[in-house]
């Protein structure tokens, strides 16, 4: 068999995505094969195509138990022979799916990293034939990754111990070449293809917004999106757990999690979430590693997160089957105030010398100024995120609210002035909060404290709104006119640049949202549940089919114990919607449709189809 004949066979996909083939047929030449893709890509492909059609089997490296367990299901519904070998199973479990093994009933074995070195399983790896050692979310190898695990060090003396070296394949979606060069290292590649692919996901549409009231905000975001799934992150959990209850109040479908929570609890709340029983989570950054569920519509920021890597890899979470999804970041200045409290109390630094420990705090303060820049820029957000991961980003993506918000350019000078002035006044000893309130005059205790009245600048700009001068001076941070410390007082300081607009040489414009003017996107209330349905315009007719189809999906997924998107994705949902299949032949063109699950739900598919067709069209 060949690989495209696999593809179709097994996935129901037509065509490979970028990346996807070179993988394949490097691990297929017997070559060490680095793959860097970004969430979503379709890394799991580039290993489990190569493990069938080698001869022996393969071993997958995974660090959690959750993403093994997805993993396995998919492929047993895919009609390949998976298990997973990890501390859910019961000794007997465990004892019995070795020996399935050894008889050789698997292609592929996913195993955690810390079973690897056991007796049990060297002696079943000495009696099996291993193919391919494939390391999945191989940056947990390195210290300079999000997540670096111990147990994953063990995988090279596992390889060292087989009898015959098999080829190794590695998979990550962090691109930094500090991760990079440690997975190469750390796990010995032998001249590896290395391979990256571009860090961009069109599909998702990136917003961000300071409301008045984010509540409402979201709450509206919610109603627009019926029926959509959706991630709503906090940063703490008892956000979480405020927002979890009124939402809840308001009548969503709605759970939680959070590092508070019992470990059953947990899991009971992720299973309702990922089994489409709970259309809302509510969550702290714990939730999400190993969560593979590929129809999440939206990731909600109800505060900003820590850093640009957090966020992009939380809001990534979205859209995973490459169909529309939203990104909303909802911030306010006390997110700030927040996330410096966690960096300045950070528990995870105590074992750390005090010198090491400093720089940390350093490099974790310049991220959330980078994260805090996010938030405040005019331009366009995609270009951001792409240039902060070190890769070329387009001025104008047409899929972001900045992209798609109009903009006039207003004359600031007089309000940078101001600014600046109060800064030179006060010869950088004060922070943020405390300059903007001199310029707009206030009198509270602190002012009168530090004899700020006495300034030439207070209360110049009596007229102008806060949140406007706050713009107005993060504005002069991003362009360099003034630039605030990296340690814990934030002091606002002068520049080279600041000179000159103090000296009247220099006068500063900046982009600013037209008032009243709402992104179009926004205005357009959709009808569909699904952003996907939505984006591809949809009739009536097809809306309704896609709603039909879904819920045959749920109700055939709690029949077979599996999550609804392993059933099918909302992405082949959305195709049989176009193309309207009323054949076995035509059913098997949808994208996602293979021979195996086409045995399994095709049929059921195919009348449901014709119901709503039948009673719709004549
Ligand atoms: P990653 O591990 O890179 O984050 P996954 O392997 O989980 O991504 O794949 C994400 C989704 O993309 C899955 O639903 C998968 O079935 C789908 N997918 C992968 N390759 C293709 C392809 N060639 N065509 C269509 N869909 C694909
Ligand atoms: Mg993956
Ligand atoms: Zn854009």
């Known amino acids: 068999m060949d690989i495209h004949h696999a593809l179709k066979q097994y996935f129901g996909y037509d065509a490979f995505r970028e990346g996807q083939e070179t993988l394949i047929h490097s691990l297929l030449e017997g070559r060490d094969t680095l793959g860097i893709m970004p969430t979503g890509a379709g890394k799991s492909l580039c290993f489990q195509i190569p493990a069938l059609l080698m001869e022996g089997i393969t071993l997958v490296i995974s660090p959690l ?50 079973r690897l070195l056991t007796e049990e399983f060297q002696e079943f790896a000495l009696h099996t034939e291993i193919s391919m050692v494939a390391v999945d979310e191989a940056h947990c190898v390195s210290q ?53 692919t571009g860090f961009d996901r069109p599909n998702l549409y990136f917003s961000t917004q300071s409301p008045k ?38 009548g969503f479908s709605v759970t939680r999690y959070h590092a508070g929570l019992s470990d059953r609890e947990r899991r009971l709340n992720q299973d309702e979430f990922i089994y489409d029983q709970a259309q809302l989570m509510v969550a702290t950054n714990a939730f999400g590693m190993g969560i593979d569920k590929s129809n999440v519509r939206f990731v909600i920021h109800y505060n900003m997160p820590k850093n640009m890597e957090s966020y992009y890899q939380e809001a990534g979470r979205a859209g995973r089957d490459g169909e529309p999804a939203d990104c909303l970041l909802l911030y306010r200045g006390q997110d700030v105030v927040t996330n410096q409290f966690f960096i300045d109390h950070n528990q995870d630094n105590e074992e750390l010398d005090p010198v090491t420990r400093r720089i940390v705090m350093e490099r974790d303060r310049e991220r959330l100024k980078k994260m ?43 309000e ?11 010869r950088g000893r004060y922070g943020t909060n405390v300059i903007l309130e001199t310029v707009r005059g206030a009198n509270t205790a602190k002012i009168r404290r530090y004899g700020l009245e006495e300034s030439p600048f207070y209360g110049k700009q009596m007229q102008t709104p806060m ?79 896609f709603m039909s189809l879904r819920n045959l999906r749920t109700e055939l997924a709690r029949k077979e ?58």
């Open 65 to 114: 138990i959750s993403l093994m367990k997805d993993q396995v299901k998919a492929l047993n519904e895919a009609g390949i022979h998976a298990a997973f070998l990890n501390s859910s199973l019961t000794a007997a479990q465990y004892y019995k799916a070795l020996r399935l093994a050894s008889q050789g009933q698997y292609k592929i074995i996913y195993v955690a990293p810390e």
């Open 144 to 196: 300079w990754g999000q997540d670096f695990r111990p147990s994953y060090l063990k995988i090279v003396e596992f390889i060292r111990f087989l009898p015959k070296r098999p080829v190794l394949g590695a998979f990550t979606a962090t691109a930094t070449k500090e991760v990079r060069d440690d997975i190469i290292d750390i796990l010995m590649l032998r001249e590896p293809t290395v391979l990256t």
């Open 213 to 250: 009231d984010p509540y409402a905000t979201m709450k509206h975001f919610i109603e627009t999106h019926p029926g959509d799934s959706g991630i709503i992150y906090c940063l703490t959990r008892k956000t979480v757990e405020e927002v979890c209850d009124r939402l809840h109040r308001d």
């Open 372 to 414: 805090t820049y996010y938030c405040f820029t005019n331009d366009c957000l995609r270009s951001y995120i792409l240039r902060y991961f070190g890769e070329y980003g387009p001025n104008y993506c047409g899929n972001c609210s900045n992209c798609l918000t109009q903009f006039e350019t207003v004359d600031v000078t007089g």
């Open 416 to 426: 940078a002035q101001a600014i600046a002035g109060t800064v030179a006044w006060c």
């Open 467 to 545: 949140p406007k001068l706050r713009q107005i001076l993060n504005h002069l941070v991003l362009e360099g006119y003034l630039f605030v410390t990296n340690d814990e007082y934030a002091l606002v300081k002068l520049t080279e640049k600041s000179r000159e607009l103090l000296a009247g040489e220099q006068t500063v414009q900046m982009k600013m949202a037209k008032e009243l003017e709402r992104p179009a996107r926004e205005k357009t209330k959709r009808r569909a549940g699904s952003a996907a349905a939505a984006g591809l315009g949809f009739t009536k007719i097809e809306e309704d089919l």
């Open 561 to 618: 114990h599996v999550p609804p998107y392993i059933v099918f994705s909302d992405k082949t949902l959305t195709h049989m919607c176009v193309v309207k299949p009323q054949t076995q032949e035509e059913m098997m063109t949808v994208s996602g449709v293979g021979e195996h699950k086409y045995k399994k739900y095709g049929e059921a598919f195919l009348a449901c189809i014709r119901r709503e067709l039948g009673t719709k069209t004549v």
